[in-house]
């Protein structure tokens, strides 16, 4: 749970408040209350102004200080990640009963995205879903991916990605969505060296596309992909290392496997 979520919980309790009650004196669903206080949704700017006003404290104490302990915060303990850089406040859209949706960021709202992309509101501007089946756990988000270069994946395909707060996560070899300053949202497999030299390299599945590497101080936010939506079933013969004489050679092989094992 974030220490804005323990915050929350804390400072209410101490004000013996109930959630219907603070609700209602910040003007808001008792539902995204209980979001908050259970790390399913960040409030967004607007909303932590409320809150600071309601319990009487700054902005930076709820976000950033553990008002829990004895000393009510008083030691400042900063928000980090791993690495020692201040955890990114991530918006995240949620319905009436504070269950978690889907935003999906369709390419021609991907440039926009690129401002907008820690506003709660623009996040609920957004086309929402529900998607069954995701993996449980973190915060997911939807991009439409345009071109050929992750071939055999056509373009037009809808990547769900979830959530990655600290960036030495990255495995290398996964396929990755990077929110960044120079490209905007960028769909590729990806490869870290952040410990050594602070960069990605990023590879595109269509070896027709020349590899690159990118500064970590040009990410904005990384998604690692979990899922995605098409309409267009992949064609093999758009990649050439699935030509039809790899798929040839591929069943023959598998065809003397099953002779083997029947011998």
Same mark, same amino acid.
């Given at each position: 749970?974030?220490?804005?979520?323990?915050?929350?919980?804390?400072?209410?309790?101490?004000?013996?408040?109930?959630?219907?009650?603070?609700?209602?004196?910040?003007?808001?669903?008792?539902?995204?209350?209980?979001?908050?206080?259970?790390?399913?949704?960040?409030?967004?700017?607007?909303?932590?102004?409320?809150?600071?006003?309601?319990?009487?404290?700054?902005?930076?104490?709820?976000?950033?200080?553990?008002?829990?302990?004895?000393?009510?915060?008083?030691?400042?303990?900063?928000?980090?990640?791993?690495?020692?850089?201040?955890?990114?406040?991530?918006?995240?859209?949620?319905?009436?009963?504070?269950?978690?949706?889907?935003?999906?960021?369709?390419?021609?709202?991907?440039?926009?995205?690129?401002?907008?992309?820690?506003?709660?509101? &623009?996040?609920?501007?957004?086309?929402?879903?529900?998607?069954?089946?995701?993996?449980?756990?973190?915060?997911?988000?939807?991009?439409?991916?345009?071109?050929?270069?992750?071939?055999?994946?056509?373009?037009?395909?809808?990547?769900?990605?979830?959530?990655?707060?600290?960036?030495?996560?990255?495995?290398?070899?996964?396929? &990755?969505?990077?929110?960044?300053?120079?490209?905007?949202?960028? &769909?590729?497999?990806?490869?870290?060296?952040?410990?050594?030299?602070?960069?990605?390299?990023?590879?595109?599945?269509?070896?027709?596309?020349?590899?690159?590497?990118?500064?970590?101080?040009?990410?904005?936010?990384?998604?690692?992909?979990?899922?995605?939506?098409?309409?267009?079933?992949?064609?093999?013969?758009?990649?050439?290392?699935?030509?039809?004489?790899?798929?040839?050679?591929?069943?023959?092989?598998?065809?003397?496997?099953?002779?083997?094992?029947?011998?």
């Amino acid at each position: 749970m974030s220490i804005i979520a323990d915050n929350i919980k804390t400072l209410r309790k101490k004000l013996g408040m109930t959630q219907g009650t603070l609700a209602e004196a910040m003007g808001i669903k008792r539902s995204l209350i209980g979001a908050y206080e259970e790390g399913r949704a960040e409030p967004r700017l607007n909303n932590l102004v409320k809150l600071a006003e309601v319990f009487q404290t700054s902005i930076d104490n709820l976000v950033q200080v553990d008002m829990s302990g004895p000393d009510g915060g008083k030691s400042q303990s900063a928000l980090t990640r791993a690495g020692g850089e201040r955890l990114r406040i991530l918006s995240v859209a949620v319905d009436d009963q504070g269950e978690d949706l889907v935003p999906l960021v369709p390419q021609k709202a991907a440039a926009g995205y690129l401002s907008g992309y820690a506003d709660g509101e &623009y996040l609920q501007e957004l086309p929402q879903f529900k998607l069954p089946n995701l993996p449980k756990g973190g915060t997911h988000r939807a991009f439409e991916i345009v071109g050929d270069s992750m071939l055999p994946m056509p373009s037009g395909t809808i990547v769900v990605g979830r959530y990655v707060e600290d960036w030495r996560d990255i495995k290398s070899g996964d396929t &990755y969505i990077l929110l960044t300053n120079s490209e905007g949202v960028v &769909y590729k497999r990806v490869f870290n060296y952040i410990d050594e030299s602070q960069k990605l390299f990023l590879v595109s599945d269509n070896r027709s596309y020349t590899p690159y590497e990118m500064s970590i101080d040009d990410v904005l936010e990384v998604w690692a992909a979990k899922a995605f939506i098409s309409v267009t079933f992949p064609d093999p013969s758009a990649d050439p290392q699935w030509s039809l004489e790899k798929l040839t050679s591929m069943v023959l092989e598998l065809q003397q496997e099953v002779t083997k094992l029947k011998n």
